[in-house]
């Protein structure tokens, strides 16, 4: 393989490489297309630059990084041991942290740029979610605001969207819980909730406690619509997501072909929408053994593997904890989380990372 320095062009400084690249994304941004392979090859190889950890990872495996599909993959469990951000740390910058539902420890991906988040959500969103349709509509988030829950990604990410496509928000979840006053008004109990066709966003955990408790029958104006986010991530919720989007139906009116599923993750910028995911312009999907790490084929259950191009200060190439199978059309289904501790076929390269960075 060619090394690192060998990938790299001598006469640009890793700061000149970075803004070039910064450039030249946001233009990829603004065209809606381009060719994301070789820009995935020049991220890569810029990360392995100015991103130690990732450097180690390439190195102990003897990896190319000449293509997206077979480039090492960073495990999301890292995330709580190391800082993977290239640049220097400052006041200003966003520390995004996951929940820490599923291992009890939380990771946390430090953001010094938000510049390529911002501009990138607002497209996928009203594609995926709007069907294309950006006029504004009143917004019920179940997902707190950004200045009430600063440290997640997904509240960042809908207050920055609510801003530019909400006619109104009510944001009636709390740090404590869900505002069941504010939620009714929201509803429309006693006031009617007119014609406006009305979107709410929400985590499956949210949806279930919030329909769990409504005693009366607040249907929403024909159209409205649903975001459903956060699957259940191995937590006891006490009925399927079929059974969910059935009492959603019954009780607010809004069918199962209204509600849209989002896939994101603190570790990543870039989001997918639909059923199955569809991989989204900055996006890509690879599902691996769990044990070896091999690529599987369309309809075999692995690891779910992500390269998100908008990763640049970061990391693009992640392993997640989430079990998933690939179509032919790379359009991803999700089968749950993995269970148990990481298999040693994908834990080795964290383990070395790991070991190295201590001494």
């Not at 990360?47 to 990872?57: F, I, K, N, S, W």
């Not at 993959?73 to 951000?85: R, S």
């Amino acid at each position: 393989m060619s090394s690192v320095e060998e990938d790299l062009d001598p006469a640009n400084t890793l700061d000149d490489q970075r803004h070039d690249l910064h450039q030249d994304l946001l233009a990829f941004l603004r065209r809606g297309e381009g060719d994301f392979d070789t820009l995935a090859v020049r991220v890569l190889r810029y990360q392995a630059a100015a991103l130690p950890a990732y450097a180690r990872l390439v190195s102990r495996l003897g990896a190319s990084l000449d293509h997206w599909q077979t480039a090492p993959m960073v495990p999301t469990e890292l995330f709580q041991e190391i800082d993977l951000c290239s640049r220097p740390a400052g006041k200003k910058d966003l520390v995004f942290r996951t929940s820490g539902t599923t291992v009890g420890r939380r990771g946390a991906r430090r953001v010094s740029d938000p510049t390529l988040y911002r501009t990138a959500m607002a497209h996928p969103f009203i594609a995926g979610v709007l069907d294309g349709d950006p006029s504004r509509r009143r917004w019920i988030s179940l997902i707190p605001r950004a200045d009430v829950l600063p440290d997640s990604s997904l509240s960042f990410m809908v207050t920055e969207l609510a801003g530019a496509l909400a006619s109104e928000t009510y944001w009636v979840m709390e740090k404590d819980g869900i505002d069941f006053d504010l939620a009714k008004t929201a509803l429309g109990e006693g006031h009617g909730t007119g014609d406006e066709r009305v979107l709410v966003l929400t985590t499956a955990f949210a949806l279930a406690e919030l329909l769990d408790k409504l005693r009366w029958p607040p249907r929403l104006p024909p159209g409205s619509r649903v975001m459903l986010t956060g699957g259940f991530k191995g937590r006891t919720l006490g009925l399927s997501e079929a059974e969910l989007l059935a009492k959603l139906e019954a009780i607010l009116g809004v069918p199962a072909s209204l509600v849209r599923a989002e896939y994101g993750m603190t570790e990543l910028t870039s989001q997918a929408y639909g059923t199955p995911f569809a991989p989204m312009g900055t996006l890509r999907f690879r599902v691996v053994h769990p044990e070896t790490g091999a690529a599987l084929g369309p309809g075999e259950v692995g690891l779910v593997g992500c390269f998100d191009l908008l990763n640049l200060d970061n990391v693009s190439s992640i392993l997640t904890s989430d079990l998933g199978a690939l179509d032919a059309d790379g359009r991803l289904t999700l089968h749950g989380r993995r269970p148990g501790a990481t298999p040693r076929g994908c834990s080795l390269s964290a383990e070395e990372i790991l070991a190295k960075v201590a001494r």
